[in-house]
């Protein structure tokens, strides 16, 4: 059965309405670089009963300064549903946005994957799209979170930096949400889509995430002095700080995280030891190779370990290894701009186009 849906556009806000048949309004936030008149996982909802209002903003702003606009949007879709209860959801910037606009009403329970809860720092994806720490817009989560009677589920991968830095955030600014620490990257949505979590949790939102995370073995067993030092560690090495290599491998959390070891290997490749961010690297990508739960992390993230040591024994001039290494990797993951430019500079331009 067709649902009716209508759009309307908020200066830089674009919105869509999907009605559906529950008493459910999902409002869905979308991810950077979705283009203006689409929106982020609209597929994965428009397979639920749920009614969903779908934001997103245009200027990849991460929905700062919107909140007119957005409450202008919600109030319409809520005289056209009259839902009985309301979900906030999004991942990254999206995560963001649920999260603001959810501790700003009050009025919803929240999901929020991978957010970013302090903005504009080194490393971040936020401060690629321009975003300052100081911006004016940015509110006190803190302050906002003290009268929030509502169910507050945030997501962080820690084999992330960022993630790893909101996980000890969240922990100090909102301390009566649920932190869910996973053994995945920042795009732990994709993942815990690819391991079926997803779609069992937004079917009714009545299922418990932290027992479903666990049936996955997705829970991550890691301190906060290993969190905080992830993530400060991560940011001095995006600021290009020298960050000392044993800062990382003495970590307890070391040995088991991937994330952590490819800070590692990045390290050792700033110092000059190339021999030791190979062998580190490789380690990184055969842990994950081995767990199943691993297989599952998104490609885009896999790729890059293999793709970083081709890029490494491209500028020593070991021209063949890159070669024969690029053309195993382009065997396993599809190709993307960057590694048909690698593939184009290598010359394999034949094996690139398969």
Request: contains cysteine; glycine residues 8%.
């Amino acid at each position: 059965m067709d649902h009716p849906t209508s759009a309307s556009r908020h200066g830089r806000l674009d919105s869509l309405l999907k009605h559906g048949e529950s008493k459910l309004l999902v409002i869905v936030f979308s991810q950077v670089r979705v283009p203006a008149g689409k929106f982020g996982l609209e597929r994965l909802f428009a397979k639920t009963r749920h009614n969903c209002l779908f934001l997103n903003d245009t200027g990849s702003d991460w929905y700062l300064g919107l909140e007119h606009a957005i409450d202008a949007a919600l109030s319409a879709a809520m005289g056209e549903v009259s839902p009985e209860r309301m979900i906030y959801y999004g991942s990254s910037m999206g995560g963001y946005g649920a999260l603001l606009t959810g501790l700003r009403r009050q009025d919803g329970d929240t999901h929020a994957f991978g957010p970013e809860l302090r903005l504009g720092r080194s490393g971040y994806q936020s401060t690629a799209y321009e975003i300052d720490a100081n911006d004016q817009r940015l509110v006190d989560f803190k302050s906002l979170a003290e009268t929030y009677s509502h169910e507050l589920n945030l997501y962080f991968g820690c084999f992330d930096a960022v993630d790893a830095a909101g996980a000890i955030a969240a922990n100090e600014l909102l301390p009566k949400a649920r932190r869910h620490l996973l053994r995945s990257t920042h795009a732990n949505h994709d993942h815990l889509y690819s391991l079926n979590i997803i779609r069992r949790l937004i079917r009714t939102f009545e299922r418990d995430p932290a027992r479903e995370l666990a049936s996955k073995q997705l829970n991550c067993d890691i301190t906060a002095n290993d969190l905080r030092a992830f993530g400060d560690l991560g940011e001095a090495l995006a600021s290009d700080a020298v960050v000392d290599p044993a800062d990382i491998t003495e970590l307890e959390a070391f040995q088991a995280n991937p994330g952590l070891m490819r800070l590692a290997a990045e390290t050792y490749a700033r110092a000059g030891d190339l021999d030791k961010a190979l062998e580190t690297m490789e380690k990184a990508e055969a842990l994950v190779e081995s767990d199943p739960v691993l297989q599952g992390l998104p490609k885009r993230w896999r790729k890059q370990l293999p793709l970083q040591r081709v890029n490494w024994f491209f500028k020593a001039g070991q021209t063949e290894m890159a070669r024969q290494l690029l053309t195993e990797t382009l065997e396993r993951f599809p190709a993307d701009e960057a590694m048909l430019t690698l593939a184009k500079q290598l010359s394999l331009g034949s094996t690139a186009s398969k």
